[in-house]
């Protein structure tokens, strides 16, 4: 009799297994929200990792969780690494495009619990008054992520993070300080020009 319910779960295992060869070899998530804030209110929010500290879906489930940040403070080559606990997992995200300020893309590695290398784009867009971001996340299926489409969808499993953080970003954007006005151009004639020893910026 156990050598027969043994067989049958073996059976199972296999046919699950098998099945999940079949799922796509790709995936995608996707989910929008129209915010009321102009494009580079809400681009400058997305294009600095440390800002993200306020509205990532996932920022606040492992408040013990490591962060490191490296490269230019904002913006391309601005990168960020965190290994927190098993909500959180452990990886990497660069960005590796920002067009302000309508666009930013990020290279994101998931490292722990399960490998997974997907690339993020944010696309930002006029919507009357304020921006329209879209948030599109994209990858390849590895065979763990095939074998958990057998029994859910990537879109059902991320989704609802993305919406949590884009709701979390509009409340960012829209409650942010506007930037203060350009100064008006001079009418008169211009100064006379002097000069002056160059000075880099200062040193670390």
Same mark, same amino acid.
């Given at each position: 009799?156990?050598?027969?319910?043994?067989?049958?779960?073996?059976?199972?295992?296999? +046919?699950?297994?098998?099945?999940?060869?079949?799922?796509?070899?790709?995936?995608?998530?996707?989910?929008?929200?129209?915010?009321?804030?102009?494009?580079?209110?809400?681009? &400058?929010?997305?294009?600095?990792?440390?800002?993200? %500290?306020?509205?990532?879906?996932? +920022?606040?489930?492992?408040?013990?969780?490591?962060?490191?940040?490296?490269?230019?403070?904002?913006?391309?080559?601005?990168?960020? %690494?965190?290994?927190?606990?098993?909500?959180?997992? &452990?990886?990497?995200?660069?960005?590796?495009?920002?067009?302000?300020?309508?666009?930013?893309?990020?290279?994101?590695?998931?490292?722990?619990?399960?490998?997974?290398?997907? /690339?993020?784009?944010?696309?930002?867009?006029? &919507?009357?008054?304020?921006?329209?971001?879209?948030?599109?996340? %994209?990858?390849?299926?590895?065979?763990?992520?095939?074998?958990?489409?057998? /029994?859910?969808?990537?879109?059902?499993?991320?989704?609802?993070?993305? %919406?949590?953080?884009?709701?979390?970003?509009?409340? /960012?954007?829209?409650?942010?300080?506007?930037?203060?006005?350009?100064?008006? &151009?001079?009418?008169? +004639?211009?100064?006379?020009?002097?000069?002056?020893?160059?000075?880099?910026?200062?040193?670390?």
């Amino acid at each position: 009799m156990v050598r027969k319910v043994l067989l049958v779960v073996l059976l199972l295992v296999v +046919a699950l297994l098998g099945f999940a060869t079949t799922k796509p070899d790709s995936f995608s998530v996707e989910r929008s929200i129209d915010i009321a804030a102009p494009p580079e209110r809400v681009h &400058a929010q997305i294009n600095d990792f440390h800002a993200w %500290e306020a509205w990532s879906p996932w +920022a606040k489930l492992d408040t013990t969780m490591a962060a490191t940040y490296s490269g230019p403070a904002a913006g391309v080559g601005a990168t960020y %690494e965190w290994k927190g606990n098993s909500s959180v997992g &452990a990886g990497r995200m660069e960005i590796t495009s920002s067009t302000p300020p309508t666009s930013v893309a990020v290279k994101l590695d998931f490292l722990e619990p399960i490998e997974g290398h997907n /690339v993020t784009t944010f696309t930002l867009a006029p &919507a009357g008054n304020g921006t329209n971001v879209r948030w599109l996340m %994209e990858g390849p299926a590895n065979f763990m992520t095939k074998l958990m489409m057998t /029994v859910t969808s990537m879109d059902r499993m991320i989704g609802p993070d993305f %919406e949590k953080g884009l709701r979390q970003l509009k409340a /960012v954007a829209e409650s942010a300080p506007a930037a203060p006005p350009a100064p008006a &151009a001079a009418d008169s +004639a211009p100064a006379a020009t002097t000069t002056s020893p160059v000075v880099g910026p200062p040193t670390p």
